[in-house]
């Protein structure tokens, strides 16, 4: 069965700054690659997926990963964050052949935004 | 053209008691799906309907129920409630049962046991 990690619980950036979020993944095979985020009060919005080809993947609002295979890794980027970016991002894992029970989401990181 | 919505948005009960939460699939889609965020995890998949039927199930009690009505929305059930059944419920919905991207999530029913 597959799992994420994400070692940061919570993560703080001045807006402006960098921002780096990371992912652990364990699957036996290529997984399909997700990241999400919740804002208070609202559902999960996908942000970007990784699913075969260019390992570096774009998505919304400006953030990009990359997945790397030797470090069953799935880290997010941003180059500079805004201060609508608070919000908890959860990384997830899903099976080729099906989702549903075989579509894991990690434990999240909460991102905090200083003015 | 409405997303997923979720009813209702907050709910209390207390121990022993039996709850009902509701869900309205996006416009177009078939398929919804339950999972269960407590407070500081990742959302865990309860059970997912498609065709009326369920068809997956994650590792959640038989406490746990749900029916899905020929319009495709869907309710999920809880028996029985214990404290640790406090938790965020969210519902996802999609046309067919694969394909991740197209998994739209609602705002979620906030559950608090006591």
């Known amino acids: 069965a597959q799992s994420v990690t994400q070692p940061d619980i919570h993560i703080t950036v001045s807006e402006g700054a960098s921002l780096e979020l990371r992912c652990n993944y364990s699957?036996?095979?290529?997984?399909?690659l997700f990241w999400y985020v919740q804002s208070p009060g609202q559902g999960l919005q996908l942000l970007l997926k990784?699913?075969?080809?260019?390992?570096l993947v774009q998505g919304i609002k400006g953030f990009e990963a990359e997945f790397k295979r030797s470090q069953s890794s799935f880290n997010l980027r941003k180059p500079s964050v805004h201060w609508s970016d608070a919000a908890e991002y959860f990384c997830a894992v899903g099976a080729r052949d099906n989702y549903g029970q075989n579509f894991v989401f990690g434990p999240g990181t909460r991102l905090s935004v200083l003015p | 053209d409405a997303g997923v919505t979720q009813s209702p948005t907050h709910l209390i009960k207390t121990r022993g008691q039996q709850v009902t939460l509701r869900c309205s699939p996006k416009s177009g889609h078939d398929t919804v799906s339950w999972y269960q965020q407590a407070l500081g995890q990742g959302p865990q998949f309860i059970f997912q309907y498609y065709e009326e039927e369920e068809r997956q199930r994650g590792n959640f009690p038989d406490r746990f129920s749900g029916h899905q009505f020929p319009n495709y929305s869907s309710e999920l059930n809880v028996n029985a409630l214990l404290l640790g059944d406090s938790a965020l419920y969210l519902c996802?919905?999609?046309?067919?049962?694969?394909?991740?991207?197209?998994?739209?999530f609602g705002s979620g029913t906030q559950l608090s046991v006591l």
């Open positions: 699957y036996g095979a290529t997984p399909y």
């Open positions: 996802a919905s999609s046309f067919g049962q694969v394909r991740y991207e197209k998994l739209f």
């Open positions: 990784y699913f075969s080809g260019d390992t």
